[in-house]
């Protein structure tokens, strides 16, 4: 059963606009969300995160906003450029367990960037 | 710099064959995952290990298993590989702490013909 869902599976966006992608989860134990970049043929790469005790983290052109009571999250890309077009995952993780540091994925948006 | 490596970038297999594929990392950190990607379907978790000779199922273990006989070093092996293998393996490490990001490899893109 998917706890994290991207339902959007694409999204296509005029260069200098802004990107919103989303990210809903549904087990409100997560405590760490993060985002990743991943360009075809290359591993994912980090891009931003936010603990659950936060509602904004901002890095550069990259913001992301947690919304715990609606279990949502969202990344915010401003000024769009064309070389941010890739697939992003939104991830979460639990602290406790035995499952300690395991990542959550979801199923990915493509974000294209166009001129 | 964190750098996860992977044995090879593309491998093309037969129906059958037992398949290795390898992961090393050069950050002594004590987790390390193995995923796969499909399209439409994202990243799911194959095994996982958070210490040496320990290792733990993720969403999708059935046809595979692993080995970490070396703390920088994490194997995952298809005992007999089939057409629904067909897939992007992506091998990751992590620290234990307080952060939780994962570092990836650069995929091997694995065909079982």
């Known amino acids: 059963d998917q706890q994290v869902k991207q339902n959007s599976p694409s999204l296509s966006v005029q260069e200098g606009r802004i990107s919103i992608l989303n990210c809903d989860y549904t087990n409100s134990m997560f405590d760490y969300f993060l985002w990743y970049k991943k360009y075809p043929a290359e591993g994912p790469t980090f891009l931003i995160s936010?603990?659950?005790?936060?509602d904004k983290n901002e890095d550069g052109r990259f913001t992301v906003f947690l919304n715990k009571s609606a279990k949502h999250l969202s990344l915010h890309i401003v000024p769009s450029q064309p070389g941010d077009s890739a697939v992003y995952f939104c991830a979460a993780s639990l602290h406790r367990g035995s499952t300690l540091g395991r990542l959550y994925f979801g199923r990915g948006t493509q974000l294209t960037v166009w001129p | 710099d964190v750098k996860v490596t992977q044995s090879s970038r593309y491998l093309v297999k037969r129906t059958g064959e037992k398949v290795f594929l390898e992961c090393v990392q050069d950050m002594d950190h004590e987790n390390m995952f193995w995923y796969r990607q499909d399209p439409g379907l994202g990243l799911r978790l194959i095994y996982f290990?958070?210490?040496?000779?320990?290792?733990e199922k993720g969403d999708i273990p059935e046809g595979y298993s692993v080995s970490r006989e070396k703390k920088e070093r994490f194997s995952l092996i298809l005992e007999s590989a089939s057409t629904n293998q067909t897939s992007m393996y992506l091998c990751?490490?992590?620290?234990?702490?307080?952060?939780?990001?994962?570092?990836f490899g650069p995929g091997t893109r694995l065909t079982v013909t």
């Open positions: 990751a490490s992590r620290a234990t702490g307080v952060a939780y990001e994962q570092y």
């Open positions: 936010i603990s659950s005790i936060k």
């Open positions: 290990s958070y210490d040496v000779k320990m290792k």
